[in-house]
């Protein structure tokens, strides 16, 4: 047995069409379709008491993204970027050709930069910023020159 593709990660949110103004229109995820989750099969699978929630699936350069938003149970949270040592997801990030366009493209979109973050490696001529989304999920910006297909860092040997 074998997996046969990564099929999506999911981001949780409080309104999906303030996220999708952010994940659609400012960072060009392409959306694919929308389900409506509920009954008694989704809440023993996602473990909840009950589930009423509408998906939506976006796609950009292989990478699926899934919106998950619950209208039962209400999202939970404080909507406050995690810290980067918490275990789980870190961040989502993306190479971008100019950081501080699209970092203004996003803040539009309803993004909060988090300024205190901005990086610049003059070595390698690079410029990074973290954002959160509407939900306090972490975006890195990652602006550096080169081939974006192409790892950072010391290869790995397989």
Not at 50 to 55: G, K, L
Request: glycine share 8%; with cysteine.
């Amino acid at each position: 047995m074998a997996v046969l593709r990564v099929a999506h990660l999911g981001i949780c949110v409080r309104d999906l069409e303030r996220s999708l103004r952010l994940y659609r229109d400012a960072l060009g995820f392409l959306p694919l379709s929308e389900v409506q989750v509920s009954g008694d099969e989704a809440a023993r699978l996602l473990r909840l008491p009950r589930v009423e929630q509408r998906t939506v699936f976006l796609e950009r350069d292989g990478l699926r993204l899934a919106l998950f938003a619950f209208a039962e149970p209400a999202p939970r949270g404080s909507g406050e970027p995690r810290a980067m040592n918490e275990l789980g997801l870190a961040a989502l990030a993306l190479r971008v050709d100019d950081l501080e366009a699209t970092a203004a493209r996003c803040t539009e979109a309803g993004a909060r930069l988090l300024p205190e973050t901005r990086t610049d490696h003059p070595g390698f001529g690079s410029k990074l910023v973290f954002l959160a989304d509407p939900d306090g999920t972490l975006i890195e910006l990652i602006e550096i020159p080169g081939d974006p297909w192409r790892p950072f860092g010391t290869p790995i040997a397989r």
